[in-house]
């Protein structure tokens, strides 16, 4: 639990925590076999009905007051069991905030009133995708005019868009400037997914390549402005990929704990050791240091305090990072079995390094950071 | 110039014989080393080019969906590109490949796959062990099945056991062996020894025809009765356990061997602490120098297999580099983007000396110093490939063994043991920390490109992590780097006392 969450955010934490180890625990490995193995539908069914997919919805539709502080401790505890599903709870909560930021109430309203599942609230998005990547690729282009768009072309790594219905897909528009959102019906015609991307973590978080062969797109806010609603929508959740990492990072060192207490080397506990223990001191650190910086960024952002753009990508970028050395250490103290399905360390190893692509490359991330203080804004 | 008076400084730490080794090799390398080193290389690339890609991917995405499949496809193949014994000597009816050239084939192997790389040079990882133990008669009959097998077209592959459920770290060490939970127990009986208990993460388990097994005669002293016994697949009382589902290397099969009442019979015993009574060492250091002579050897071989993966994902990061284009321009030509692509060749390069100077202390001090000998290097060369029945007669007498043994396990002092071991160690851990942060700045540099499979960088990463675990973690190989290159000269210095 994130140290400066305040009451409410904790009862939602050990409410989320409990649905976690009641219904992430068993299965998980079986589900990371995904694209081999089935897709975890009836567990997203049971997020829907804890309501794990309408945080950042309005709070008259049924969201939270504090909505990224909601999401980044729900996130939190998600990921310290399976990563996977918090990619999915992710990807819609980005989704929602696009949808937000482009200043469709409508769009949204729609899905909460019409009744339904789970699928009502499914949206798919590129969510790995970052702004220069979309920029630089003209690979879907929408045709047409007033309302009325065919979208042509190839949509690379969209989260969820073999499951969900919809899906909100970053097109250029012939003739004009920047590029724009629709949203697509991903069950239609004219829509076509590839095979489930295989990659390197959160298995269940399903990803495909889209072919879109004219697809009817409905514009969402402002044609040309996909960019800025994309870039304020990433600053608000920046934070949450740092509350993914940092859930991981507790389910690794949890795990490596518990072993180096029970595993015997050299005639004694291997806690005992005092390299073992500087591992473990480090991983510890890293993990408290992940909890405080997600917690006050979240804050920061849900308070609109000064700076709280650059707290929110600071955590998004710093937290995985670090996420990245502790999961390798949290492997490396299982030894021979940390390489193994069989601890769950292996998978938070990928985990960690995939959710660091969330919202673009590192890289991309740290310069856009950088950007920004360029920019204007008080790097200190 | 160097004057008489210099030896004094000269004795100072760091030792002169220890930093220089490349150099202090140098001179003693047959020429013929170069071309046979290019030989090695460009076979490697041939075998990349025309077997190991066309076949890795798909080899692994179906091992992801059926982590029990035994790929003997591909070492068919192997075996009938002649790898399996191409680092045999002559005169044992091997292809006779020196030793040295193996690193750079290794690395350009594992620069394309190295969970094929592993399978393919995996196999030297029981002949280390078997070497090791310098019993030139069972060598000699276990080479010559390795042969037969690439004559039948049925590879018969070799494996180590070493690692018990109880005992990884502990194995490795003779200061932790003492103290270490082990269960494999040979008990000498009449006409050999009758084994009982387990072994895990045997690489190559589930293909091997003959496994050395490393066993102890008494479990409450284990570091002082090793034995060493070549176990050949289905004798009686020897079976699989389960077969490991691992995050990387899933071609590479690694699993468990069980032992219930399995008979060893007294000639497939390659060493036992009794088969070395003559020698100057005691049991417990002949035991570890035993292992250090199949670490000096295995260690700098897992460097070569990281530096490959490190090269694979530089590779395949620059060429994502060279046709992506950010804000207008390729990303090659982004300042920070070629940085980073240096740092990544610096870690390539890096890796590789490690595991080059590795290889030239192994032939100064180590295992391959025989062989590395002109002319013994060069007589081997000429040597029929077909062993000459009076070298066969001379290989299988005791005494052969016993001078052999003599010759080289006490001609070995400790000071040189401790030079390979701590090279091997540092090659081992250096690499593969190298490999593994060049694997991260690939994703780094990719995004989630890096993460999809068809773009191998992945698939690096997961298969390097292991290789900072097996021969011993890289926290044991720097204790061992501790113990043999700096405790030496440090009296207030205390191993494994923590």
């Known amino acids: ?380 | 110039m160097f004057d008489r008076s210099d030896n004094g400084v000269m004795a100072r730490e760091p030792r002169f014989e220890e930093i220089m080794c490349g150099l202090l090799q140098s001179g003693k390398v047959p020429r013929a080393m170069v071309s046979e080193t290019r030989e090695a290389v460009a076979l490697a690339r041939r075998f990349s080019d025309e077997v190991v890609r066309p076949h890795s991917l798909e080899l692994d995405r179906r091992m992801q969906e059926d982590p029990t499949y035994i790929p003997w496809d591909f070492a068919r193949d192997a075996n009938r590109w002649g790898f399996y014994t191409m680092w045999l000597p002559r005169f044992l009816g091997g292809k006779g490949m020196s030793l040295p050239t193996m690193g750079p084939f290794f690395e350009e192997l594992c620069a394309c796959d190295s969970t094929l790389g592993l399978l393919t040079a995996g196999q030297y990882f029981g002949f280390s062990i078997l070497l090791a133990s310098w019993n030139l008669r069972i060598i000699q009959r276990i080479v010559r099945d390795v042969i037969e097998g690439e004559r039948t077209g049925e590879p018969c592959i070799l494996a180590g056991a070493v690692t018990e459920p109880q005992a990884g770290t502990d194995v490795e060490e003779m200061e932790l062996l003492s103290r270490a939970k082990v269960n494999c127990h040979a008990r000498k009986v009449k006409g050999g020894y009758l084994v009982n208990g387990t072994k895990i993460f045997i690489s190559l388990a589930q293909m091997a025809t003959w496994t050395m097994l490393i066993a102890y005669e008494d479990l409450h002293r284990p570091e002082e009765t090793v034995v060493m016994l070549a176990v050949k697949k289905g004798t009686k009382g020897f079976s699989l356990g389960r077969m490991e589902n691992k995050m990387g290397q899933k071609a590479c099969p690694v699993g468990e061997l069980i032992f219930e009442d399995c008979f060893i019979p007294d000639e497939d015993v390659c060493y036992s602490s009794e088969q070395v009574r003559h020698l100057r060492r005691g049991p417990k250091e002949s035991a570890m120098q035993l292992i250090d002579f199949v670490v000096s050897n295995t260690r700098p071989g897992v460097g070569a297999a990281a530096t490959g993966v490190a090269r694979g994902a530089y590779e395949q990061a620059l060429r994502f580099a060279c046709e992506t284009e950010v804000d207008g321009k390729l990303l090659v030509n982004h300042e920070w983007a070629q940085c980073l692509l240096a740092e990544m060749y610096k870690n390539v390069a890096l890796a590789r000396m490690t595991y080059m100077e590795g290889t030239y202390v192994n032939g100064l001090y180590g295992i391959t110093r025989l062989l590395s000998i002109k002319p013994v290097y060069y007589l081997d060369k000429v040597i029929p490939e077909s062993t000459p029945r009076w070298i066969a007669g001379l290989l299988d007498s005791d005494s052969a063994t016993r001078w052999t043994r003599k010759f080289l396990l006490d001609g070995q002092t400790d000071e040189q043991i401790a030079r390979t071991s701590g090279w091997a160690s540092l090659s081992k851990f250096a690499a593969s920390d190298l490999a593994l942060d060049t694997c991260e700045k690939a994703i780094e540099l990719m995004g989630h490109a890096g993460t999809r499979h068809e773009y191998r960088v992945e698939k690096h990463l997961r298969d390097i992590k292991v290789m900072q675990i097996f021969e011993g973690t890289n926290q044991l190989n720097r204790l061992n780097l501790f113990k043999c290159m700096i405790a030496r000269s440090t009296q207030e210095a205390l191993i494994f006392s923590d």
């Open chain 1, 1 to 380: 639990m994130q140290a400066t969450v305040s009451e409410d955010l904790e009862l939602i934490g050990r409410t989320c925590r409990e649905f976690a180890d009641r219904e992430l625990v068993e299965g998980r490995e079986e589900r990371d076999r995904y694209p081999f193995g089935p897709p975890f539908e009836r567990t997203l069914e049971k997020a829907f009905e804890v309501g794990l997919f309408s945080i950042m919805l309005p709070e008259e539709a049924g969201g939270s007051p504090d909505p990224v502080g909601t999401l980044c401790v729900i996130l939190d505890e998600i990921c310290r069991v399976d990563a996977s599903l918090g990619g999915i709870v992710f990807t819609v909560a980005l989704a929602q905030e696009l949808i937000h930021q482009a200043g469709e109430p409508k769009a949204i309203k729609e899905r909460t009133s019409s009744g339904g599942g789970c699928e009502q609230l499914l949206t798919a998005f590129p969510s790995f995708t970052d702004r220069c990547e979309i920029e630089r690729s003209t690979a879907l282009r929408a045709v047409g005019a007033n309302g009325d768009h065919r979208l042509e072309g190839l949509a690379e790594y969209v989260v969820l868009g073999g499951m969900a219905r919809r899906a909100l897909l970053p097109a250029r528009i012939d003739g004009g400037d920047g590029w724009s959102l629709f949203m697509v019906d991903a069950g239609g015609d004219a829509v076509r997914a590839g095979k489930p991307v295989l990659s390197l973590g959160m298995h269940a978080c399903p990803a495909v390549d889209l072919e879109l062969a004219g697809a009817p797109g409905r514009l969402i806010g402002e044609a040309g402005r996909g960019a800025g609603y994309l870039e304020a929508a990433a600053d608000r959740l920046f934070v949450a990929i740092g509350a993914m990492a940092s859930g991981v990072m507790k389910g690794s060192f949890d795990t490596a704990f518990d072993y180096a207490k029970e595993r015997v080397q050299g005639g004694r506990e291997i806690v005992g050791w005092s390299e073992v223990k500087m591992l473990l001191a480090d991983m510890a650190l890293k993990v408290k240091l992940a909890d405080m910086l997600v917690g006050e960024a979240a804050r920061a952002v849900d308070r609109g305090a000064g700076g709280w753009t650059l707290a929110s990508r600071a955590a998004g970028v710093c937290v995985p990072e670090m996420a990245r050395d502790v999961t390798s250490n949290g492997v490396q103290l299982l030894g021979g079995n940390g390489f193994m399905k069989d601890y769950g360390q292996e998978k938070r190893f990928r985990d960690a390094r995939q959710l660091q692509t969330l919202l673009g490359s590192s890289a991309m991330n740290r310069l856009a950071y950088i950007e920004k203080v360029v920019g204007g804004e008080p790097a200190c």
